[in-house]
């Protein structure tokens, strides 16, 4: 009788890939975790329950087979495993590596809820997509037969890249509009290196360009190409621009010098990780080498500044933020990370004004949690006379982000938008208002993750897919 390979949570316990040492990480930008082992990853995927009901798929944003592909690992068929990832997720070597999964698949896993400790799918996720590069078996799009259909993606992130493949693997003509110089959105200029190496993204590019997508770099619409334009040369519109417009705070103080976006930070640190040129970085504007450093906010890309900052030789990173500690958006690993590494969390504490021409310290006052809010998480108040100064050389806000004016920018005002800016369109197909034209990612469904930008872009292309051959049907009757 065969050895059960699998349900072996009991006997192993979970174990992570080694974490490199927090002083030895943070002076450089690579990926802070190691790589599986073969071996290891069989044994950590075999620690799945294989559940009738797998919480873990069902809280996918994707819906990955999850249980079938850890099985796979655990029996050495990392082919299969591969293949049966990629049919669900266009990017699973980027998931895993920056996917919340202690929120998502990993936070919900059965083993978990009953004290054995979750099975690593992340890492495990990782692992076998590195490994199918490894040995040759991602493949660029090969359609057994090309369509007419044309489609037009406006932005190069991880929405509009989903869709482009689920297209071209169609045989839909793609062409994708950017109007920076390199594609990948903010997993190319947004996401640092220790949480996602550019190599890994570049790769896939390369991969969707030998597969015949078509890319339009430093080609903004509304100036380099119009949007009737657009329409005029395809069948089909996707708009997967993203949401870049910096939420601003309105205190006293705020125009001061030294005070800039974190999404400006960001890219100028990525661009130096590429080899770029940025004056901005070099004049020291945006380069915390030496600085005492205050982030202000407690998401995700709060993380992504600290942490980075520490990495350019600030001499002090605090971050700023209103609430407590369990009650920050932000991964809880990421924050685990960072204080590893030497971030200072003041809890509890927002920003009332700054100091300064250039500045040179941010007032804080201090809050406390009153009742809950309208999204039944407690609202932060202020505490009367609680206020002190901060000193600071650099202050990098990260409040978030909100849509462009899309309609006023790419003179289409008839394209609705929802009332906070996004594009208002159908959530299943994710067409617009208008005919033709579809919106996918955090343009519709606001600032998000990378996981859902995927799903959004390829639901859209099987949206544009099923239209298509309607009308060929039509046509042809």
Not at 322 to 331: E, I
Request: hydrophobic content about 35%; overall charge negative; some cysteine.
């Amino acid at each position: 009788m065969a050895k059960q390979p699998m349900l072996k949570f009991v006997d192993v316990e979970r174990d992570m890939p080694e974490k490199r040492p927090p002083n030895l990480r943070a002076s450089d930008f690579h990926e802070i975790y190691a790589e599986y082992a073969r071996e290891k990853a069989a044994e950590q995927a075999s620690r799945c329950s294989q559940c009738g009901v797998p919480y873990c798929q069902s809280h996918c944003p994707l819906h990955n087979n999850i249980p079938d592909w850890l099985r796979m690992t655990a029996e050495g068929r990392l082919q299969e495993a591969y293949e049966l990832s990629q049919a669900t997720n266009t990017f699973p070597e980027i998931c895993g590596r920056i996917c919340p999964q202690d929120r998502l698949c990993e936070g919900n896993c059965v083993i978990e809820q009953s004290g054995h400790g979750t099975v690593t799918i992340g890492s495990v996720e990782k692992y076998i997509t590195d490994t199918a590069w490894e040995n040759g078996w991602v493949k660029p799009a090969a359609p057994s037969q090309e369509r007419p259909e044309s489609v037009g993606i406006i932005g190069a992130g991880p929405g509009g890249l989903a869709a482009a493949d689920v297209l071209r693997r169609n045989g839909v003509q793609v062409t994708v509009y950017e109007r920076a110089d390199r594609a990948g959105g903010l997993l190319t200029y947004g996401i640092p290196g220790f949480k996602l190496e550019k190599d890994v993204v570049m790769k896939r590019i390369d991969q969707l360009e030998q597969g015949g997508v078509t890319f339009k770099m430093n080609c903004a619409v509304g100036e380099d190409v119009s949007f009737a334009d657009l329409q005029a040369s395809h069948d089909a519109i996707l708009i997967a621009t993203g949401v870049y417009k910096s939420r601003e705070l309105p205190a006293p103080g705020v125009g001061a010098g030294g005070i800039v976006k974190a999404i400006d930070y960001l890219t100028a640190s990525n661009r130096k990780s590429f080899g770029d040129t940025v004056p901005e970085f070099d004049s020291g504007e945006l380069n915390a080498e030496g600085k005492r450093v205050v982030v202000i906010g407690g998401g995700d890309t709060a993380m992504d500044c600290v942490r980075t900052a520490v990495r350019q030789g600030a001499t002090s990173v605090k971050c700023l933020y209103r609430r407590d500690k369990n009650n920050m958006p932000g991964s809880q690993r990421e924050v685990a990370n960072a204080e590893e590494e030497g971030v200072d969390f003041v809890w509890l504490s927002a920003p009332k004004g700054f100091t300064g021409e250039t500045v040179d310290g941010v007032i804080v006052e201090k809050m406390r949690l009153g009742a809950p809010d309208a999204t039944g998480r407690q609202a932060p108040e202020l505490i009367e006379g609680s206020d002190y100064t901060e000193g600071a050389d650099l202050v990098i806000k990260a409040l978030g982000f909100e849509p462009e004016d899309l309609p006023a920018l790419w003179d289409v005002p008839e394209l609705a938008v929802t009332r906070w800016g996004t594009v208002k369109a159908d959530f299943q197909t994710h067409e617009t208002n208008m005919p033709g034209v579809y919106a996918c990612g955090d343009i519709q469904r606001g600032a998000s993750l990378v996981v859902w930008a995927i799903r959004d872009g390829r639901e859209a292309a099987d949206a544009m897919l099923e239209t298509f051959n309607t009308k060929t049907q039509i046509a042809a009757e």
